[in-house]
T-cell receptor, first 115, second 111 residues
Framework: DAGVIQSPRHEVTEMGQEVTLRCKPI?????LFWYRQTMMRGLELLIY????????DSGMPEDRFSAKMPNASFSTLKIQPSEPRDSAVYFC?????????????FGPGTRLTVL | QQQVKQSPQSLIVQKGGISIINCAYE??????FPWYQQFPGKGPALLIA?????SEKKEGRFTISFNKSAKQFSLHIMDSQPGDSATYFC??????????FGPGTRLSVLP
């Protein structure tokens, strides 16, 4: 199994630009999570999906952030417009089942730098 | 009340020594406490987890000790190795509650 796949691995963009991060969960997993990691705030859960449906987006910081999961094998996290304070490492994770007890498998992350 | 506090922020241990990382929580509704290990440039990976119905769980060199009355839990790494050098996160959750992660502890094991 290739594990959770994220792209791009690194993204450098200028303030005001749209950024789209992509995630392919592990085949067979039906829950998908988006996290943001910064030195100041640590690891924060932004949103999670179950069976392609958003369950909880209370961690999404602002309306500039949006996430979609059009099918079981693909999800996107979009930031529009991006700001320097959005610079962070964004992780996607997947698990089997909705229960948060189930092990979450993390992708390698996307390091976003907004200039 | 949803926070998980973690200490120390960083830890340096000699090879063969014991590494101890502590976490504390306030919300007594938490009933699942995992530890995640993260190597540089990688995503976190589940290391070991415990439920509050037991006071200790051991997997190889890694042990979680849980003190329900004190609302504290800790990770012990016995015979620490340079390959254990990573950042360790404790976390907590309960049904319907997303994971709350501690701020992390950067462990360095010196050869």
């Amino acid at each position: 199994d290739a594990g959770v796949i994220q792209s791009p691995r690194h993204e450098v963009t200028e303030m005001g630009q749209e950024v789209t991060l992509r995630c392919k969960p592990i085949s067979g997993h039906n829950s998908l999570f988006w996290y943001r990691q910064t030195m100041m705030r640590g690891l924060e859960l932004l949103i999670y999906f179950n069976n392609n449906v958003p369950i909880d987006d209370s961690g999404m910081p602002e309306d500039r952030f949006s996430a979609k999961m059009p099918n079981a094998s693909f999800s996107t996290l979009k930031i529009q417009p991006s700001e320097p304070r959005d610079s962070a490492v964004y992780f996607c994770a997947s698990s089997f089942g909705l229960a948060l007890y189930n092990e979450q498998f993390f992708g390698p992350g996307t390091r976003l730098t907004v200039l | 009340q949803q926070q998980v506090k973690q200490s120390p922020q960083s830890l340096i241990v000699q090879k063969g020594g014991i590494s101890i990382i502590n976490c504390a929580y306030e919300n007594t509704a938490f009933d699942y406490f995992p530890w995640y290990q993260q190597f540089p440039g990688k995503g976190p990976a589940l290391l070991i987890a415990i439920r509050p119905d037991v006071s200790e769980k051991k997997e190889g060199r890694f042990t979680i000790s849980f003190n329900k009355s004190a609302k504290q839990f800790s990770l012990h790494i016995m015979d620490s190795q340079p390959g254990d050098s990573a950042t360790y996160f404790c976390a907590a959750s309960f049904p319907g509650q997303n994971f709350v992660f501690g701020p992390g502890t950067r462990l360095s094991v010196l050869p």
